[in-house]
C-alpha cells in the first residue's frame, strides 16, 4: 500500500512563497493536493497525471496562476510551489494519491484518491 509524506508547511507573510513536498512510498501516477481550512469541507486544488509519456495538470480558480504542482522526474517526489500567498490561503494542506489512472479529470474530489498523508499546516498572515 502507498504511503505519502507531506514537508515543507509553515508560516509566511501575504506575498511570501513556500513549497510544499510530497513522497510516496512508491510509484503513483494519479496525485492531488488539497487543503482544509477550520470549519470548511476540503478543497481540490491542484492535480496531474502521469500517463503515455506525459504529465496533466489542473488547477482549481483559487490557486491558478499562483501554485505549481510538478513532478521530480520518477513518479514519487510532488511538489507544490505556492507564490503570492494570501491570509485566505491558510490550512492543512495534503497530498493525496492513486497508485494508477486518475477514475476522472480534473481529480480534485476527495473521491478521486484512496491514499492520503496527514497533511502540512500553512498560515499565511496579512
Known amino acids: 500500500q502507498v504511503q505519502l509524506m507531506e514537508s515543507g508547511g509553515g508560516s509566511v507573510q501575504a506575498g511570501g512563497s513556500l513549497r510544499l513536498s510530497c513522497a510516496a512510498s512508491?510509484?503513483?501516477?494519479?496525485v492531488g493536493w488539497f487543503r482544509q481550512a477550520p470549519g470548511k469541507e476540503r478543497e481540490g486544488i491542484a492535480t496531474l497525471y502521469t500517463g503515455a509519456g506525459t504529465t496533466d495538470y489542473a488547477y482549481a480558480d483559487s490557486v491558478k496562476g499562483r501554485f505549481i504542482l510538478s513532478r521530480q522526474g520518477d513518479a514519487r517526489m510532488f511538489y507544490l510551489q505556492m507564490n503570492s500567498l494570501r491570509p485566505e490561503d491558510t490550512a492543512v494542506y495534503y497530498c493525496a494519491a492513486r497508485a494508477r489512472a486518475c477514475l476522472s479529470w480534473p481529480a480534485l474530489s476527495t473521491q478521486d484518491y484512496p491514499t492520503w498523508g496527514q497533511g502540512t499546516q500553512v498560515t499565511v498572515s496579512s
Open positions: 512508491r510509484d503513483v501516477y494519479c
